[in-house]
């Protein structure tokens, strides 16, 4: 039962640091960037080109120069993110949300298919693999690479959390979020703010990309695919838009998929999860913390 | 500003060169329909041979497809990112029903509608009350659970799928030719096409349009607009299911491999590159989809890759796509769906 527990823990910490970027996303733009998931996957692939280049002292290769590693990745993942939305989002913010919706569609696809190209279909392993000693917690076995990784994923969610209460730019954010075109009289430079914004969301889906390539071990260019929809669905079950009910919509996922896999079995994860999110928006769409929005005509 | 501007004479169309309008008065013209049903009725006689035939039956499946989605897609402005599923739902529903209780196909046909509908009322209920955004996300999960649930169930024969599907036979007589069943696929897409222009340029079309450019003006004009999106919705799973039944009849075999995110995507693809909404333009599309990865086997990495540059570029440069869909009535219906004399007319 604690296993079980702990395992929901784990992987809802993945979600949640995915979701919170969707959700920050969504939060200011009103755009479902569908390219996130994908971002995660290129994270991943970062990772992994730096620390086969650095394979040369292997021996050195500790949880210190992941941390590096993980830090470059998500400059890397987050100036990707501000690229797509210079190239594919930002001429259309006036244009229908169709056509949006379809850019982003064609940027995952770009993505994906792009990364193919440059590393080939089959997944690779990662040189590094957190495995290493674990502890007994009430029955449960806790990984000590597992505790790291959530520190981590604890500590960016921390930061981000200050950043966008209590800095100057995260105001910008929340003002931009509540009334664009409010914010921009005045005087906040919109563009910039939701370059931002793309810079550290997709920064922190790179980080969990990282985290997972040497969690799991195995990478491939569909990986985003299904992270992506399991972060949307984090995201709308804490209620989209709300940074705290990306958290929460996280956990709650990864402990309803680990209960879910205990008594369902391992293939009926994703399912399980899908159909609860369509449970989930006929009972309460709004999520567990987001407030009823009415839309502006 | 203290002139108020007169009432602007309307624009010429931009990028109105000879070609641009050579082209569009083709593709408005009346015959395109039956030049286009003529031309995929002589193409046997010039190029017969099994690959090719093959290939031109999955293009016209395909089309069946893009001309489903349109109805969501294009005309009502629902992004579905699942097509796949009803599609699967559709191929697997007649597979299940051919193999193991032995029905003739076409006695299958309506219990894939049932389904195919029911489908629909499952995932677009809960979703076509809320933001567009949503159906698109909750969409493209239920693709997934279709693939992943065919993939588990023993009935749907698992990763392997259904094989020894019969092919359509017609009181007795078997079609199973592939020249004879391109032509059955023929008159059916045909059929198809014609009956999804009629719906569009239908007082429930009209509906669809109107939701897809203000749904608040829409519901504002007294239009349900969610029974009218679910009716879209449903058009469309029908459209996708009645492909799906082609599909199973032209391979005699389907696995879940077949009904991945790749294929939904590939037929919005078809659609938005046709240009949304327009009939003509997305039968275009979809054989564009489908003839050009065949033209092109050797670049097979970088397609995909194209698709989605293609999509984004299409939808910065070109949103309306290549072939859009006219906005204006016909001067030959706009006399009779005039209201009253001296109208005066909004653009």
Redesign the interface.
């Known amino acids: 039962m604690t296993q079980i527990i702990w395992n929901g823990l784990f992987v809802g910490s993945f979600y949640a640091l995915v979701a919170l970027g969707y959700s920050m996303v969504y939060g200011i733009m009103?755009?479902?960037n569908f390219a996130h998931g994908d971002l995660y996957m290129l994270g991943a692939f970062i990772g992994f080109a730096l620390l086969t280049s650095f394979s040369g002292f292997t021996a050195t290769l500790s949880l210190v120069a992941l941390l590096v590693v993980l830090l470059l990745s998500m400059v890397g993942t987050g100036l990707a993110g501000v690229a797509i939305e210079r190239?594919?989002y930002r001429?259309?913010r006036s244009?229908?949300?169709?056509?949006l919706?379809?850019?982003a569609?064609?940027?995952?696809?770009?993505?994906?298919?792009?990364m193919?190209?440059i590393a080939g279909p089959n997944p690779q392993v990662y040189p590094v693999r957190l495995g290493g000693s674990s502890v007994h917690v009430l029955g449960a076995r806790i990984g000590v690479a597992q505790l790291v990784l959530i520190g981590v994923a604890i500590a960016l969610m921390v930061t981000l959390n200050a950043m966008v209460m209590r800095s100057r730019q995260g105001r910008a954010m929340r003002a931009i979020a509540l009334d664009p075109v409010a914010a921009r009289l005045m005087g906040v430079d919109v563009n910039r703010v939701i370059a931002m914004a793309f810079f550290i969301g997709s920064a922190l889906a790179g980080a969990a990309g990282v985290m997972a390539g040497s969690y799991y071990g195995s990478i491939n260019f569909l990986m985003g695919?299904?992270i992506g929809?399991k972060a949307?669905?984090a995201a709308?079950i804490g209620g989209i838009g709300s940074f705290k009910g990306a958290m929460l919509g996280g956990v709650v996922l990864g402990l309803l998929e680990s209960f879910g896999t205990h008594f369902l079995g391992g293939?009926?994860r994703?399912?399980f999860?899908?159909?609860f999110?369509?449970?989930f928006?006929?009972v309460r769409?709004t999520g567990l913390l987001g407030e009823r929005v009415t839309?502006r005509? | 500003m203290t002139t108020t501007k007169t009432v602007q004479p309307p624009k010429p169309p931009a990028g109105g060169g000879g070609l641009g309008n050579a082209a569009k008065t083709v593709l408005r013209s009346r015959w395109i329909g039956p030049v286009g049903l003529f031309l995929g009725a002589i193409a046997p006689i010039l190029i017969a041979t099994p690959y090719a035939m093959n290939v031109m039956t999955s293009a016209l499946i395909f089309v069946m497809l893009a001309v489903g989605l349109n109805i969501v897609?294009g005309q009502c402005?629902l992004?579905d990112?699942g097509y796949a599923a009803f599609f699967a739902v559709g191929a697997y529903t007649s597979g299940i029903l051919a193999t193991r209780l032995h029905w003739p196909l076409l006695a299958t046909i309506p219990a894939v509608i049932v389904v195919t509908v029911l489908a629909g009322i499952?995932?677009g209920?809960?979703?076509l009350?809320?933001?567009?955004?949503?159906l698109?996300?909750?969409t493209?999960?239920?693709g997934?659970?279709i693939r992943?649930?065919a993939?588990?169930l023993s009935i749907t024969g698992g990763p392997e799928g259904i094989y020894g599907i019969p092919s359509l036979s017609v009181a007795g007589v078997d079609l199973s030719n592939s020249v004879v069943f391109y032509y059955v696929v023929l008159v059916i897409v045909a059929a198809a096409v014609l009956g999804a222009n009629r719906l569009i340029r239908s007082r429930l079309g009209r509906a669809w349009r109107f939701i897809?450019e203000d749904e608040?003006a829409a519901e504002a004009m007294g239009v349900h607009t969610y029974r009218v999106k679910m009716a879209a919705y449903i058009a469309g799973a029908v459209w996708g299911g009645l492909a799906g039944v082609l599909f199973g009849a032209q391979l005699s075999a389907i696995s879940p491999a077949s009904f991945t995110?790749l294929q939904s995507?590939l037929v919005?693809m078809a659609v938005?590159l046709g240009g949304?909404g327009s009939t003509p333009g997305v039968v275009i599309g979809a054989l564009f989809v489908t003839m050009l990865p065949e033209a092109l086997r050797g670049l097979s990495?970088?397609r995909?890759?194209a698709?989605?540059?293609?999509?984004?570029i299409v939808?910065?440069l070109r949103?309306q796509g290549l072939w859009p869909a006219r906005t204006r009535e016909p001067a030959r219906t706009a006399r009779r769906s005039a209201t009253f004399d001296g109208e005066v007319r909004i653009r």
């Open positions: 009103k755009l479902l190239i594919a001429p259309l244009a229908p949300r169709l056509s919706l379809i850019t569609v064609g940027a995952s696809f770009a993505l994906e298919y792009g193919r190209i695919f299904i929809l949307f669905t709308v293939q009926w994703d399912v999860a899908f159909a999110l369509i449970l928006l006929t769409p839309e005509v | 897609v402005g992004l990112l499952v995932v209920g809960p979703t009350r809320l933001r567009s955004d949503y698109a996300i909750v493209l999960g239920f997934e659970i992943v649930t993939n588990n897809r608040d995110f995507a919005l938005v949304m990495d970088y995909y890759f698709f989605g540059a293609l999509l984004i939808m910065v949103p």
